[in-house]
């Protein structure tokens, strides 16, 4: 926890036991915004969601071929809803914040593994860019719903990918470039992720 969320928790528990107002709670955290943070525990549980989220993917990967659609969309499905729900149980409730946030990762990970092998199955994706866009939208969305800069890291990592794949091999920047504009750079804006704001910038050669 940074000085800025220290600080917000002291202020709302003063303004539930009356020392201070709405007004002025609200004048305090304005004054001191909270930036995404990157703690070590916050890594290591990102990390393990990689780790399980490859480990998932390759073994369906191994099999895929041998279940029905059906199935096949069954499986990919309900484990997006499952991990994004038992994340926000834990990670919005205070249960659990940090198995939440990975949870949740997780469950973008599986989204984008979902876009894929969709794709793949009703070949829509199997030759275009437009896969990695969607899941950059995604992880942008969750970036700002969490103020997650692993999360926007993600999204600009992905958005990279879709200017390589799309931009450079069809000659298509726009979409590209909205997204940077009205995405990304809002984010680094309010939030002055200094790293991220490195990355991103570098995205851009």
């Known amino acids: 926890m940074n000085r800025n969320q220290w600080l917000s928790e002291q202020t709302r528990g003063w303004k539930e036991r009356g020392i201070i107002s709405e007004e002025q709670f609200c004048e305090i955290v304005a004054g ?14 990102v990390f393990a969601a990689l780790l399980v989220g ?4 390759l073994f369906f990967a191994s099999n895929w071929q041998e279940l029905p659609k059906v199935l096949k969309l069954t499986i990919i499905y309900t484990a997006i809803v499952l991990a994004y729900y038992s994340g926000y149980k834990l990670y919005f409730e205070k249960a659990s914040p940090g198995l939440g946030f990975s949870l949740i990762f ?8 979902g876009l ?3 794709g793949q199955m009703f070949h829509i ?15 942008a969305l969750l970036a700002y719903l969490m103020k997650s800069a692993l999360f926007m890291g993600l999204a ?5 990918i879709y200017g390589v794949t799309g931009a450079v091999i069809y000659s298509d920047y726009l979409f590209y470039y909205i ?9 680094l804006y309010f939030y002055k992720t200094i790293l991220l ?4 910038l570098a995205s851009l050669t």
């Open 156 to 160: 600009v990592i992905l958005l990279s």
């Open 116 to 118: 894929w092998l969709t």
């Open 179 to 187: 997204c940077l504009v009205a995405v990304v750079l809002p984010f």
């Open 197 to 200: 704001t490195a990355f991103s």
């Open 54 to 57: 490859l480990g998932v993917v």
């Open 32 to 45: 001191y915004p909270i930036k995404p943070s990157v703690s070590p525990t916050r890594i290591v549980f």
């Open 125 to 139: 994706l199997s030759f275009n860019s437009n896969g990695f866009l969607y899941w950059f939208l995604a992880a």
């Open 106 to 113: 997780l469950g973008n990970l599986f989204f984008g593994a």
